[in-house]
């Protein structure tokens, strides 16, 4: 399936504007494509007690994984960010999980016309998954 980044970038956007963020006033937006063409988009809430924060793409993630929506086929991050924002680490791990071959298109908020464009795979390379606990100790 071809991939409408440029629709999956402002669907970011789009979900950017829900961000709750009072403390950082970063706002982060992300969209998810599914393989049936379906979008799910999210936004960043945080917490007071910080280290609660949950990112835009995990919002995305866990939205769509409970709605019962799988086999994402790539996201799209926006956010006020030179460049564009490359997800967190923790993003990372959960989309090696739950998003693995995804493509991930990323913008700044202000240019939403200049994506920049890159794998899972690249973004966490070696990444540690559930077939990594395939073998256990007895
Ligand atoms: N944030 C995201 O939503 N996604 C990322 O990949 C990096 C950071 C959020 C978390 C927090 O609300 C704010 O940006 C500042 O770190």
Known sequence: MKIDYKKLVAAAAKAREGSVSPYSKFKVG??????????????????????LTCCAERIALF????????????????????????????????????????KVFIADSRHLKKIREFTVEALIPEAFTGSSLAAVDR
Do not use: M
Request: net charge positive; proline share 5%.
């Open 30 to 51: 992300a969209a998810l494509l599914t393989k049936r063409g379906e979008i799910i988009g999210g936004a960043n809430v945080e917490s007071a007690s910080y280290g």
């Open 63 to 102: 939205k769509a994984l409970t709605d019962g929506k799988k086999h994402f086929i790539a996201v799209a991050v926006v956010a006020r960010a030179d460049d564009g924002p490359t997800p967190c680490g923790a993003c990372r791990q959960l989309l090696a999980e739950y998003a693995p071959g995804a």
